[in-house]
């Protein structure tokens, strides 16, 4: 059975700091690693897909890079923003194209 | 760009009560998914629908039921509902003939209260 752990479970850190959020999961049967975000009591924004293929991912101030033989993925947030405060989660996709969730990473940027 | 629209976006039932969810993928996209997030925790994939088949089942209570129609949309039908049952309730959609990485698309979820 998958199982996606994400470290750190919660994050703050100043305005301007770059940072890094790491997923580890068990199976390294993945089809594809989607890292999303999400505000309180609101709905999953996808930020990133990386297929098995793929090494790393990159859209404007994210980055993230997979490495499926080890089960590790990180998410690298360039010059962060207050407005970056949300919740990160990290989902596998697998046999059955069914996403497996980490419980995420809280982050919160203060001004 | 069109996105998966789920209906309601709040719902407040009593116990024993039933519910009925609704999911409208983006257009043409094929598969169907439905997730759970509990208050607190990460979501938790329920069932999935291709072609309007069932292609997959998770930790889905046999007090739900779920179906794909011929217009691809999906309802999530619960009955009996228990305090348990409050959730954030999320649709995805994705589009698995068009490639094999299968990214999927969420919508903004309904939130169940049952009270």
Known sequence: ?111 | AAGVIQSPRHLIKEKRETATLKCYPIPRHDTVYWYQQGPGQDPQFLISFYEKMQSDKGSIPDRFSAQQFSDYHSELNMSSLELGDSALYFCASSDRQASSYNEQFFGPGTRLTVL
Do not use: H, M
């Not at chain 1, 990180?74 to 194209?97: E, F, M, R």
């Open chain 1, 1 to 111: 059975k998958q199982e996606v752990t994400q470290i750190p479970a919660a994050l703050s850190v100043p305005e301007g700091e770059n940072l890094v959020l790491n997923c580890s999961f068990t199976d390294s049967a993945i089809y594809n690693l989607q890292w999303f975000r999400q505000d309180p009591g609101k709905g999953l924004t996808s930020l990133l897909l990386i297929q098995s293929s793929q090494r790393e991912q990159t859209s404007g101030r994210l980055n993230a890079s997979l490495d499926k033989s080890s089960g590790r993925s990180t998410l690298y947030i360039a010059a962060s923003q207050p407005g970056d405060s949300a919740t990160y989660l990290c989902a596998v996709s697998g046999y059955g194209n069914k996403l497996v969730f980490g419980a995420g990473t809280i982050l919160r940027v203060k001004s």
